[in-house]
């Protein structure tokens, strides 16, 4: 099926979520792991490729885990470390720091560690999972760049440590148990508090709080699009639903949203 709103390979579905993005006057991303999947970076849960499937999380990404076997925790996290530091922002990334360009995007809320957002040009982005781009020493707490320290540590597959007291290094990301920054927390509350639509992109919503962050808003009178491969427990809330790939969807709709105004 065509819509009215563009070409042939605009369907129906992407025809409405133009209309609803053209009439927005505060949309907001809420972004995850399924974004950054066509920059080679394996998510979590996708079936068949995610994370998870070989790895018990509690066993490795668990603050718990970490103060325990942090070479566990480099262990698992060296191969996506590697993927992260080699990756580059896909059409899906570049198509949402056009639509902050023009206007459209009052910000993004990110799950995501790997900087892609802020890399394919977007400056509103609030990570809520934290990045690599700083490390922590667990016992002087001295924050450190971390790109080379985990590099060459990630390398030789050695766990990286503080160049001052020679405590761990902990990459400045919330693991499981860990409560997110509560700073970027309420900046994020605040930005889908006041947003009118909200764009779900490749998230599970299963990771608490983020996937409850767009309920007050949705309850407030937010509109909803969700693009993401697999179902999620807010499907059935959403104004448009896409169960497609993120970068193959998002760019053709920010093309006809842009397109003649
Ligand atoms: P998740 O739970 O792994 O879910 C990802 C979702 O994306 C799944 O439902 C997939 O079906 C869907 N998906 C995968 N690829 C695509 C695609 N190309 N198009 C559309 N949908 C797709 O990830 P969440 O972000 O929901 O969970 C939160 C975790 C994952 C956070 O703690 C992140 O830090 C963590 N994570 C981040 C990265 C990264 O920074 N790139 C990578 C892996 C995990």
């Known amino acids: 099926m065509t819509s009215a709103v563009g070409p042939a390979h605009v369907t129906d579905d992407i025809g409405r979520a133009v209309i609803l993005l053209r009439a927005s006057r505060r949309a907001v991303a809420l972004t995850g792991a399924g974004i950054s999947t066509p920059s080679g970076i394996p998510d979590f849960r996708s079936t068949g490729s995610g994370l998870w499937e070989r790895y018990d999380p509690m066993a490795v990404a668990s603050m718990t885990a970490f103060r325990y076997h942090p070479e566990a925790f480099y262990e698992w996290v060296s191969p996506l470390a590697r993927r992260i530091l080699e990756a580059k922002p896909n059409a899906a990334?570049?198509?949402l720091a056009r639509l902050e360009a023009e206007g459209r995007l009052a910000g993004i809320i990110t799950q995501n560690i790997d900087d892609l957002h802020?890399?394919?040009?977007?400056?509103?982005?609030?990570?809520?999972?934290?990045h690599l781009r700083q490390a922590t020493c667990v016992s002087c707490f001295r924050v450190f760049p971390s790109q080379?320290?985990?590099?060459?540590?990630?390398?030789?597959?050695?766990?990286?440590?503080?160049?001052?007291?020679?405590?761990v290094l902990k990459p400045n990301v919330?693991?499981?148990?860990?409560?997110p920054p509560l700073d970027v927390l309420r900046q994020a509350q605040t930005l889908i508090g006041t947003s009118d639509l909200i764009l779900v992109l490749g998230s599970s919503l299963e990771v608490t709080p983020a996937a409850l962050l767009p309920v007050p808003a949705l309850n407030a009178g937010a509109?909803?699009?969700?693009?993401?491969?697999?179902?999620?427990y807010l499907d059935e809330r959403a104004d448009v639903l896409l169960h497609q790939d993120v970068a193959e969807v998002l760019?053709?709709?920010?093309?006809?949203?842009?397109?003649?105004g």
């Open 251 to 260: 760019p053709c709709l920010v093309d006809e949203v842009l397109r003649n």
């Open 118 to 130: 802020r890399r394919a040009g977007s400056s509103h982005v609030l990570e809520i999972h934290g």
């Open 148 to 167: 080379d320290l985990i590099e060459s540590a990630v390398a030789v597959g050695l766990v990286p440590r503080c160049p001052v007291c020679d405590g």
């Open 174 to 179: 919330v693991l499981f148990g860990e409560q």
């Open 93 to 95: 990334h570049l198509a």
């Open 223 to 232: 509109r909803m699009i969700i693009i993401n491969r697999e179902p999620t």
